[in-house]
């Protein structure tokens, strides 16, 4: 079985929700990442993606003048000893594609749909290779 914490993100960026929309684009920009989690205090309360801020700028709001609080969606959090196609059920059922990952209460990493079918394609690879060898003829030296 492959778990959460076997394929999440350790070093989950954040913002916190005063945060403009600028201000969490060129973050997400610099580290070519798709999301922030909002956080108040060490709590996270939220999380804001490309998406949000794109559809904010579509709608015609000012980026610079307007916090990412605006964007915020209710946080779907993922314990890190759950299992990843658990993981990929509750995105899918809760319409996201990113979940972060709390355990005790404490953000301790993010898993993306990207890292799900990262761990997908692994497994099926590595399933592969086991089969074509088990069925591979064996070498023979005349």
């Known amino acids: ?14 913002t916190g929700a005063d945060a403009s929309v600028s201000e969490a684009a ?3 920009a ?12 060490d709590k996270p309360t939220g999380i804001v993606t ?8 579509a709608r015609g709001v000012d980026p610079a003048a307007t916090s990412v609080s605006i964007a915020r969606k209710k946080l779907v959090t993922v314990p ?3 299992r990843v196609e658990v993981a990929a059920k509750t995105m899918t059922d809760a319409g996201v594609k990113k979940l972060p990952v709390m355990d005790g209460g404490k ?3 993010i898993i993306t749909q990207t890292d799900i079918v990262n761990s997908s394609f692994a497994l099926v690879t590595s399933l592969k ?4 060898a088990r069925y591979r003829p064996p070498d023979f030296e005349m």
Do not use: H
């Open 1 to 14: 079985m492959i778990y959460v914490k076997d394929v999440m993100t350790s070093r989950v960026r954040t």
């Open 26 to 28: 060129r973050v997400m």
């Open 30 to 41: 610099k580290w070519k990442i798709g999301a922030l989690v909002i956080v108040e205090g």
């Open 50 to 57: 490309e998406g949000d801020i794109s559809r904010l700028v």
């Open 80 to 82: 890190p000893g759950e």
């Open 107 to 109: 953000l301790v990493g």
């Open 129 to 132: 290779e086991m089969v074509q």
